[in-house]
C-alpha cells in the first residue's frame, strides 16, 4: 500500500502499473478503497480495460458510482459491457435512474437485454441475484460438438465446470461436468452421459432459501428456473456467501432492536444510524412504563419491607438474560431450518426442563449469597429464590415460543429477539415477585 501511495505521489505511472499487474484483481480493489477519490480515478485510468472491468465488479457502491460517473460514454459503456450481467444489476439498482438511463442507453443490446431481464425480478429473490451468462447445450450434441461450443461461449459466461442440458423448448432436463465431458469419447452424444436428476431453484425463491439449498448440497452453482422449468440462469456460490453474510446481518440488526441497513457502519451517517434505531427505542421506553406502574402499584409492599427494593435488578436482568437466551437459539435454528412449528411441545418440554436446571442452580447460589453475604431474613430468601425459579422458566417459556409463534404467522422471529422478551419478562418478574412477597411475607 505505501509503495503504491509512492508511486503516485512521485507520478511513477509506468512502475505504478507494473505493480498493479502483479495483484491479484481483489487486492486491487481493496487497495483502491484504501486511496482519495482523485488517486482511485488515477489506478483505474491506468488499469487495462479488461483488468479493470473486472476491478470494478469487486469495488464498494459508492467508489462504483464515482468511476461511472467520471467516464466517457465509450468507457462506461465498455465496463458495463464487461461485467457480469448480476454485477451490473447490482450496480444499477443503486444508482439514481437518470444515471442507469443513461448507462443503459450506452450498453450493448445483448448487455441491456440482460440487465433489463434481472431488473424485473423481486428484490432479494433468486431471479434477481442470478446471472444468464451460462453455458447450455443440447442433449442430441457429441461430445466434441459439445467442447467446441463451451470454446465458443466459455469467456463469456461466469462459469464453466458445468453444462446444463436443455430440450428445443429451454427446459432444463439434465446437467454435465466439464470432467465428464472431457473424459468421454468424441463421439457419445450428452443425453448419454449428462445426469437427469438436476436440483434447480425457482426464479421467485427467497434468497435465504436459495444459501439454504446450496448448504444442503455443497453446489458451487445452481441453475434457476421459470414455473414452466425453463432455465433463465444460474446462481453462483460467490453470490450465496455475500447473501448469507446480508442475512445474518439483517438478523443481527433486529434481534438488537435496530432497522436492518444495507451500509455498511462506516458509511451510514449519523442521522440515518438515529432514524433506524430510534423507533425500536421509542417503542421500548414505552413498553417499560410499565414496569414502573407495577412498582408504584406495590409501593406498599415495598415500605413495608424495603430490602425487597434491592433484588428487583437482578430478578429483571436474569430473567432477561433467560429469556435472550432461549429466543436467539431458536432463532437461529429457525433461521438454518432445524426447527420447525411442529416442533413446538418438543422445544418447550426441552426448555422447561433446562428452566428447571438453571433456575435451581442460580437459586441455590443466591440463597447462599442472601444468608451468608446479605444477610437477609429467611423468608426474604427463600421468597427470591423461588422468584428465581418461576422467572427463568416463564423466561425460557416466552424465548422459545415467541419466535416460532412469530414465523408461523408470517413475521421475523428476529423481531422477538431479547429486547422485546425482555420488556415482557421485566414485567411479569416484577408482578410474580411482589405477588409471592405479600402473600409469604404477609405484607
Same mark, same amino acid.
Given at each position: 500500500?505505501?509503495?503504491?501511495?509512492?508511486?503516485?505521489?512521485?507520478?511513477?505511472?509506468?512502475?505504478?502499473?507494473?505493480?498493479?499487474?502483479?495483484?491479484?484483481?481483489?487486492?486491487?480493489?481493496?487497495?483502491?478503497?484504501?486511496?482519495?477519490?482523485?488517486?482511485?480515478?488515477?489506478?483505474?485510468?491506468?488499469?487495462?480495460?479488461?483488468?479493470?472491468?473486472?476491478?470494478?465488479?469487486?469495488?464498494?457502491?459508492?467508489?462504483?458510482?464515482?468511476?461511472?460517473?467520471?467516464?466517457?460514454?465509450?468507457?462506461?459503456?465498455?465496463?458495463?459491457?464487461?461485467?457480469?450481467?448480476?454485477?451490473?444489476?447490482?450496480?444499477?439498482?443503486?444508482?439514481?435512474?437518470?444515471?442507469?438511463?443513461?448507462?443503459?442507453?450506452?450498453?450493448?443490446?445483448?448487455?441491456?437485454?440482460?440487465?433489463?431481464?434481472?431488473?424485473?425480478?423481486?428484490?432479494?429473490?433468486?431471479?434477481?441475484?442470478?446471472?444468464?451468462?451460462?453455458?447450455?447445450?443440447?442433449?442430441?450434441?457429441?461430445?466434441?460438438?459439445?467442447?467446441?461450443?463451451?470454446?465458443?461461449?466459455?469467456?463469456?459466461?461466469?462459469?464453466?465446470?458445468?453444462?446444463?442440458?436443455?430440450?428445443?423448448?429451454?427446459?432444463?432436463?439434465?446437467?454435465?461436468?466439464?470432467r465428464r465431458i472431457l473424459l468421454s469419447e468424441a463421439d457419445a452424444l450428452i443425453s448419454d452421459i449428462m445426469h437427469e436428476n438436476v436440483i434447480s431453484v425457482n426464479t421467485l425463491m427467497d434468497q435465504e432459501s436459495v444459501a439454504r439449498q446450496f448448504q444442503k448440497y455443497d453446489f458451487t452453482a445452481m441453475p434457476v428456473v421459470d414455473n414452466e422449468n425453463r432455465m433463465?440462469?444460474?446462481?453462483?456460490?460467490?453470490?450465496?456467501?455475500?447473501?448469507?453474510?446480508?442475512?445474518?446481518?439483517?438478523?443481527?440488526?433486529?434481534?438488537?432492536?435496530?432497522?436492518?441497513?444495507?451500509?455498511?457502519?462506516?458509511?451510514?451517517?449519523?442521522?440515518? #444510524?438515529?432514524?433506524?434505531?430510534?423507533?425500536? *427505542?421509542? %417503542?421500548?421506553?414505552?413498553? =417499560? +412504563?410499565?414496569?414502573?406502574? &407495577?412498582?408504584?402499584?406495590?409501593?406498599?409492599?415495598?415500605?413495608?419491607?424495603?430490602?425487597?427494593?434491592?433484588?428487583?435488578?437482578?430478578?429483571?436482568?436474569?430473567?432477561?438474560?433467560?429469556?435472550?437466551?432461549?429466543?436467539?437459539?431458536?432463532i437461529r435454528g429457525l433461521s438454518l431450518e432445524e426447527i420447525r412449528f411442529k416442533d413446538i411441545f418438543k422445544v418447550l418440554w426441552k426448555e422447561i426442563r433446562v428452566a428447571f436446571l438453571c433456575g435451581a442452580t442460580l437459586a441455590a447460589c443466591n440463597f447462599v449469597k442472601l444468608l451468608l453475604i446479605d444477610r437477609v431474613e429467611l423468608m426474604v430468601a427463600v421468597v427470591?429464590?423461588?422468584?428465581?425459579?418461576?422467572?427463568?422458566?416463564?423466561?425460557?417459556?416466552?424465548?422459545?415460543?415467541?419466535?416460532?409463534?412469530?414465523?408461523?404467522?408470517?413475521?421475523?422471529?428476529?423481531?422477538?429477539?431479547?429486547?422485546?422478551? #425482555?420488556?415482557?419478562?421485566?414485567?411479569?418478574? *416484577?408482578? %410474580?415477585?411482589?405477588?409471592? =412477597? +405479600?402473600?409469604?411475607?404477609? &405484607?
Open positions: 500500500m505505501e509503495e503504491i501511495k509512492e508511486l503516485l505521489e512521485t507520478k511513477q505511472y509506468t512502475g505504478l502499473r507494473q505493480k498493479l499487474s502483479e495483484l491479484n484483481i481483489v487486492d486491487i480493489a481493496q487497495v483502491m478503497e484504501e486511496l482519495p477519490e482523485e488517486d482511485i480515478l488515477k489506478v483505474f485510468r491506468i488499469l487495462s480495460k479488461d483488468t479493470a472491468a473486472e476491478v470494478f465488479s469487486y469495488l464498494g457502491v459508492d467508489h462504483q458510482q464515482l468511476i461511472i460517473t467520471s467516464l466517457s460514454e465509450r468507457d462506461a459503456a465498455n465496463i458495463i459491457n464487461n461485467m457480469m450481467a448480476d454485477d451490473a444489476t447490482d450496480l444499477f439498482e443503486e444508482m439514481p435512474a437518470t444515471v442507469v438511463k443513461r448507462l443503459l442507453a450506452t450498453a450493448s443490446p445483448e448487455a441491456r437485454r440482460d440487465i433489463n431481464h434481472l431488473l424485473k425480478y423481486p428484490e432479494d429473490s433468486a431471479g434477481s441475484i442470478m446471472t444468464v451468462e451460462y453455458i447450455d447445450l443440447k442433449e442430441n450434441l457429441t461430445v466434441s460438438q459439445a467442447i467446441e461450443r463451451i470454446r465458443k461461449v466459455g469467456l463469456d459466461s461466469e462459469v464453466i465446470n458445468v453444462c446444463y442440458v436443455l430440450d428445443t423448448f429451454r427446459k432444463l432436463i439434465g446437467t454435465v461436468s466439464l433463465v440462469g444460474i446462481i453462483t456460490v460467490d453470490d450465496i456467501v455475500d447473501i448469507m453474510q446480508e442475512e445474518a446481518t439483517e438478523d443481527i440488526e433486529k434481534m438488537a432492536a435496530i432497522m436492518p441497513s444495507d451500509k455498511p457502519y462506516m458509511k451510514t451517517g449519523v442521522v440515518e #444510524t438515529w432514524k433506524k434505531r430510534i423507533i425500536w *427505542l421509542l %417503542l421500548l421506553m414505552v413498553s =417499560a +412504563t410499565f414496569t414502573g406502574s &407495577i412498582i408504584n402499584r406495590f409501593e406498599d409492599a415495598l415500605s413495608a419491607c424495603f430490602v425487597l427494593s434491592s433484588f428487583i435488578p437482578m430478578i429483571m436482568d436474569t430473567g432477561g438474560n433467560a429469556g435472550g437466551q432461549a429466543s436467539v437459539t431458536i427470591v429464590c423461588i422468584t428465581l425459579i418461576i422467572v427463568v422458566l416463564i423466561a425460557k417459556i416466552i424465548g422459545c415460543s415467541l419466535p416460532m409463534l412469530a414465523k408461523k404467522i408470517g413475521f421475523d422471529p428476529a423481531v422477538m429477539a431479547s429486547p422485546f422478551i #425482555t420488556t415482557i419478562v421485566d414485567a411479569l418478574s *416484577l408482578i %410474580l415477585y411482589f405477588r409471592l =412477597a +405479600t402473600w409469604m411475607l404477609g &405484607i
